[in-house]
């Protein structure tokens, strides 16, 4: 087995495009859970990541890579890899979760400030379950619930910030309470700035209804990441008329490797290049589960080669 340890994270021959940084997580390998039978053997999914070309990680789920931050750095080092950003979900809106929410936040905190990592994405619940699609929360939140939201997105953002130096940003979602335009906007006038980033994530603002480019001209200051990835416009028109569970609409095909679909990479990456900022910008393609598991590395090659023809990294 062997890696190509020229960093291509990087635009170097273009200073337009050299503050923002390719990167991958497992949700390009078609992973959404810590442990599922049906996804790839973490082991190999980072090592075909490495050797797909890239070298900037999101560890994505908690518990899909090594939870010990001396195994993981073993594992990123190895590979000549490094650890940029974790993930985790944690409910904001019920008073009696905010103690898992913290012990789940403060244990991935530990891990990822011991390697380095500067962001920590804040994935919501969803109000369908990702397996079985059914309801289990409200569709809408109550006023009472929502101040809750933000009042801990506040909390909890700052608890990132100051017991470990990271960035918290809040994810948009398909099936969450942030998911429209209107509720992204809601969230930006709600929360403090100094707590709480965005990540960008090019694919459910989509799903959502919004416009990725018209979000970084509209709120430049609130965008501290980015998830990049493209949904077919058809399947997501057919998705909301038919009220499907995010789920389904990834099952039937919904989340697509650029250039197809939504939005058009060009003009997005140019926004990116106008924002003229440092950002991670990391590739996702929602594809759970995957029955093949050679899919995902050629997919990514491509999906990389692709980016990197129009600015972002290098081929």
């Not at 890579?65 to 750095?73: H, S």
């Not at 990123?76 to 905010?98: F, P, S």
């Amino acid at each position: 087995m062997s890696f190509d340890n020229k960093d291509k994270s990087v635009n170097t021959k273009n200073p337009r495009y050299s503050k923002l940084t390719i990167g991958v997580c497992p949700d390009q390998w078609g992973v959404w859970f810590p442990d599922d039978p049906k996804q790839i053997d973490p082991d190999v999914a980072m090592s075909e990541m490495a050797e797909a070309g890239f070298e900037v990680l999101e560890t994505g789920p908690y518990g899909y890579f090594p939870k010990d931050p001396k195994e993981l750095q073993r594992w990123v080092d190895e590979r000549g890899m490094r650890v940029v950003a974790g993930t985790g979900w944690g409910i904001l809106h019920k008073e009696e979760a905010w103690a898992d929410t913290e012990k789940t936040f403060r244990a991935i905190g530990e891990t990822h400030a011991a390697l380095g990592a500067e962001y920590i994405v804040h994935l919501p619940p969803l109000y369908r379950d990702d397996k079985t699609w059914e309801f289990t929360d409200d569709r809408v939140l109550s006023p009472d619930a929502w101040n809750l939201y933000v009042n801990n997105a506040n909390r909890l953002g700052k608890m990132m910030k100051e017991d470990y130096g990271l960035t918290m940003v809040l994810h948009p979602h398909g099936d969450s309470h942030i998911e429209t335009p209107d509720e992204i906007a809601r969230i930006f006038d709600a929360t403090d700035p100094e707590y709480v980033s965005f990540c960008l994530d090019t694919g459910h603002i989509v799903y959502g209804g919004g416009d990725p480019v018209e979000l970084c001209r509209k709120y430049p200051e609130r965008i501290g990441y980015v998830h990049i990835k493209a949904f077919d416009e058809s399947l997501v028109e057919e998705a909301h008329e038919k009220d499907w569970p995010f789920g389904e609409a990834v099952a039937k095909g919904a989340s697509v490797r650029p250039p197809a679909g939504l939005p058009p990479m060009d003009t997005f990456i140019e926004a990116l290049a106008d924002l003229d900022k440092p950002l991670y910008v990391i590739c996702e393609q929602d594809m759970y589960p995957v029955e093949d598991h050679s899919f995902p590395k050629q997919n990514a090659i491509k999906m990389r080669e692709y980016l990197a023809s129009l600015g972002l990294g290098q081929a």
